[in-house]
């Protein structure tokens, strides 16, 4: 059973980092793409990064590019994202998911498989 568990979101303020962790258990995730979605209040959810597990590439939305890193630890098991320079309008619950044989331009939800549970960001200004 494929477990993915975030951890790392909390309160920070505007110009402040944070580091979210997906750790993820149930299976080989060679074949798998990961990546992070956010869903602000009233909003979609949106596509925010993602990871080849195979190969390390990476893809990011407009709005992070230069601001977020996405990384994993294959030894590990876990995903990472780093956001620096946080801005209030990052302000949401992350998700970390799981694209069986998809790629880092998997961008859209239905594309991904296994979800986490999410994790709140919220960053005042």
């Known amino acids: 059973q494929v477990q993915l568990v975030e951890s790392g979101g909390g309160l920070v303020q505007a110009g402040g980092s944070l580091r979210l962790s997906c750790a993820a258990s149930?299976?080989?995730?060679?074949?798998?793409?990961m990546g992070w979605f956010r869903q602000g209040p009233k909003k979609e959810r949106e596509f925010v990064a993602a990871?080849?597990?195979?190969?390390?590439?990476?893809n990011y939305a407009d709005s992070v590019k230069d601001r977020f890193t996405i990384s994993r630890d294959v030894a590990k098991n876990t995903v990472f994202l780093q956001m620096n320079s946080l801005k209030p309008e990052d302000t949401a619950v992350y998700y970390c998911?799981?694209?069986?044989?998809?790629?880092?331009?998997?961008?859209?939800?239905?594309?991904?498989?296994?979800w986490g549970q999410g994790t709140q960001v919220t960053v005042s200004s």
């Open positions: 998911a799981a694209a069986r044989y998809g790629t880092i331009w998997s961008t859209v939800p239905n594309e991904y498989h296994y």
């Open positions: 149930g299976r080989s995730f060679s074949s798998y793409a």
């Open positions: 990871i080849s597990w195979s190969g390390g590439s990476t």
